[in-house]
């Protein structure tokens, strides 16, 4: 210990003694003073206080690890969904390719064989089939029944088939005990309005559905069964005045 310790250790118990008989509450430190604790061991216990501060101070700069919210596995299949785009193929396409596909198989045959005959009738259809397609294709007309053709074959075919099912309409079935009432001729003019009516049904949904005024639905069924019941008044008046 050298001078300068020794005095500032005696400074410092005179400042701990004034502050006990002046009445102040003395720390661990003090106690130790004041009970005549000696000054390496005062020391030693400040160094030790010293370093558990130290290692308190590390360990609350230590995060905890986390754990996994779920265990990995080794075969995890990627969390992204893989998407073919295949070519859509216009029937102005399938025609020229079917062009290509004839010219083809003609070039590989021996000429004047069966099978070169069968390659040209085969290259003329293909051909023919080829300007029909390149003229609907420039018919708008033709594009937008294809379109409403190609709508009901896909996205559009739950909608399209709930559409033609006349849930809505009513049973028109005439009971069999009726039929079996009927005479031979009444039972055969019977036969005729069943088919009018189905021929007028048919009409009906061609003029109101998706290809005429665009109804779908319970609307469309109203408007075919209004048709229908509006000729059928017709027929019936007709053969009245007979």
Not at 122 to 129: F, I, N, S, T
């Amino acid at each position: 210990m050298n001078i300068a310790d020794s005095d500032w250790d005696e400074l410092e118990k005179a400042e701990r003694l004034r502050e006990f008989f002046d009445g102040a509450t003395p720390d661990h430190r003090q106690r130790d003073l004041n009970n005549g604790v000696s000054d390496g061991e005062f020391k030693r216990r400040e160094a030790a206080r010293h370093e558990a501060l130290l290692a308190e101070l590390d360990d609350l700069g230590q995060e905890a690890p986390q754990a996994p919210s779920s265990a990995p596995t080794e075969a995890e299949e990627p969390a992204y969904e893989r998407v073919d785009h295949a070519p859509a193929f216009t029937p102005y396409d399938k025609a020229r390719e079917a062009v290509t596909e004839a010219e083809i198989w003609r070039d590989a045959v021996e000429p004047g064989s069966d099978e070169y005959h069968r390659a040209m009738a085969d290259l003329a259809e293909a051909k023919r089939m080829f300007k029909v397609e390149q003229s609907r294709a420039t018919d708008e007309g033709w594009r937008k029944r294809r379109a409403t053709d190609e709508w009901r074959a896909g996205e559009g075919r739950e909608e399209y088939n709930a559409s033609r099912r006349d849930k809505d309409r009513p049973n028109t079935m005439t009971p069999k005990d009726v039929l079996d009432a009927m005479t031979p001729e009444e039972r055969a003019q019977h036969v005729k309005d069943q088919k009018a009516d189905s021929a007028n049904r048919a009409r009906a949904k061609a003029k109101f559905g998706p290809d005429g005024q665009g109804l779908t639905g319970a609307a469309l069924t109203e408007a075919v069964e209004v048709a229908v019941e509006q000729a059928r008044a017709r027929r019936l008046a007709k053969r009245a005045c007979a």
